[in-house]
């Protein structure tokens, strides 16, 4: 099957994309700071938002904001209409390596190569940080209730940790293999996670 469409979006790799809540625009999150938004009816450029000076990994839409996680260290804020750049956090000791949203969207939270996930206000500020498991590097999801946050990373486990208090409620094996990603059922008391064994692993987010 050939792509119905190609854009010759970033001068290397892709990390990861995004759509608006909207669906009007899709942001893509790339090499060397780019970080670009892409109009979804004709896929013309939109704009690039500027501020990140190395690899940008991802990011989340809170609201009307664009919040992007870099190997700079940066969490960067932006105004997703207009691309200003409004607040930098940078309190991880190395890059930022992924950036979640609570399902109600009441709290954010960030995990870096230093191995601490952050649990923050939706301005960024640090509530409370730790350092899980060694080989756990970071956020895999947070479940759909918004109570819990899950992080994987090289090693077989994962940890279930609660929000907001960051509390280990559950380690277990859950894979063969480093754990690539997880994502919770929105109604239904499961997860998937995949690994790089190539397997899919079913999780039961009840009884963890």
Known sequence: MEPTKVIEA????????????????????????????WNTEDWSLIRNYEGHTETVNCGVQLGGQLISVSRDKRINFYD??????????????????NISKTANEQYLLTSGQDL???LRHTDGSLIRS??????????????????????????????????????EIARFEACNVAMTS???????????????????????????
């Open 10 to 37: 970033h001068s290397s790799h892709v990390n990861r994309v995004l759509f608006s809540q909207d669906d009007r625009m899709l942001f893509s999150f790339g090499f060397s700071g780019e970080l670009k938004a």
């Open 116 to 118: 601490m996930v952050a």
């Open 130 to 167: 730790l350092k899980p498991n060694g080989k756990n590097l970071g956020i895999k999801t947070t479940t759909p209730d918004s109570k819990y946050v899950l992080v994987g990373g090289y090693s077989n486990d994962l940890q279930v940790f609660s929000i907001p208090d960051l509390a």
């Open 182 to 208: 997880v994502r919770c059922h929105p109604d239904k008391p499961m997860a998937w996670g995949r690994d790089y064994s190539g397997h899919l692993n079913l999780i039961d987010t009840v009884n963890w």
């Open 80 to 97: 997703m209409a207009s691309g200003k750049l409004l607040n930098t956090v940078s309190d991880h000791k190395k890059g930022g390596g």
